[in-house]
């Protein structure tokens, strides 16, 4: 690449982002295992990483203060290019969270996939989490273990989600109810605004 465009890339990028953003996510970034450009919006309290031994793989992606994330042993998690994740929001992976392109997952969101203490079973049970492209998780919602939220689903604020979501629906509520259609499936949500 040569200067002029590396700088038209710099100068693009940091008129999204502040430079302190991206050191912040460059500080982020050492706790995964392969990342590409990470940036941190809000500081305190600073996004935390607790991994026991798995796979933590981003794109260029944008964390906001509070995140937390947790990875067990042996688990992936796995967040792709464009995706923000909001303030406040946890996300506990003791197989595997997939999360897509383009996701906008709001504040105050929990993604899990094991409900982390055996029930009717002698050994607790973990159950994959899929979030396809273009999602959005609406604020305060809850997405529990085994389930595959569709391209371009949106979650209604406040819902608890126990089954797979078609894609370009809309659901909410608890448990989370069908309650209409996304018209555009062509929207493309704008991470860069934040929330
Ligand atoms: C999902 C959402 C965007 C849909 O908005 P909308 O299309 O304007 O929806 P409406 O207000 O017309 O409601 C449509 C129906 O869904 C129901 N509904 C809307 N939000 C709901 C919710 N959070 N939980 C349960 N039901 C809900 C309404 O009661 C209504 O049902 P009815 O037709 O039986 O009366 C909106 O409800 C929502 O959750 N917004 C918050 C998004 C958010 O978290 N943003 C944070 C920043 S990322």
Redesign the pocket.
């Known amino acids: 690449m040569n200067v002029n465009k590396l700088s038209r890339r710099i100068k693009k990028r940091l008129s999204k982002h502040s430079v302190g953003e991206h050191l912040a996510g460059l500080w982020f970034s050492r706790k995964f295992t392969e990342h590409g450009i990470l940036v941190v919006s809000g500081w305190r309290p600073f996004p935390r990483v607790i991994n026991e031994g798995g796979v933590i793989k981003a794109e260029n992606c944008k964390f906001y203060a509070g995140v937390r994330i947790e990875v067990g042993p042996d688990a992936t998690l796995t967040i792709g290019n464009g995706t923000y994740i909001?303030r406040n929001t946890l996300i506990v992976s003791r197989e595997n969270v997939t999360i897509g392109r383009d996701c906008?997952i709001?504040?105050d969101v929990v993604i899990m996939d094991s409900d982390l203490h055996p029930l009717n079973s002698p050994t607790v049970i973990h159950k994959p989490v899929t979030i396809r492209d273009k999602a959005?998780i609406?604020?305060?919602?809850i997405i529990l273990k085994g389930v595959t939220i569709g391209e371009g689903a949106?979650?209604?604020?406040?819902?608890v989600v126990t089954r797979d979501i078609p894609p370009y629906t809309?659901y909410?509520?608890s448990p989370a109810r069908h309650?209409?259609d996304v018209k555009t499936s062509g929207t493309n949500p704008n991470w860069e605004t934040g929330?």
């Open positions: 909001n906008r709001s504040w959005w609406g604020c305060r919602s949106v979650i209604a604020a406040g819902s809309i909410g509520g309650l209409a929330s």
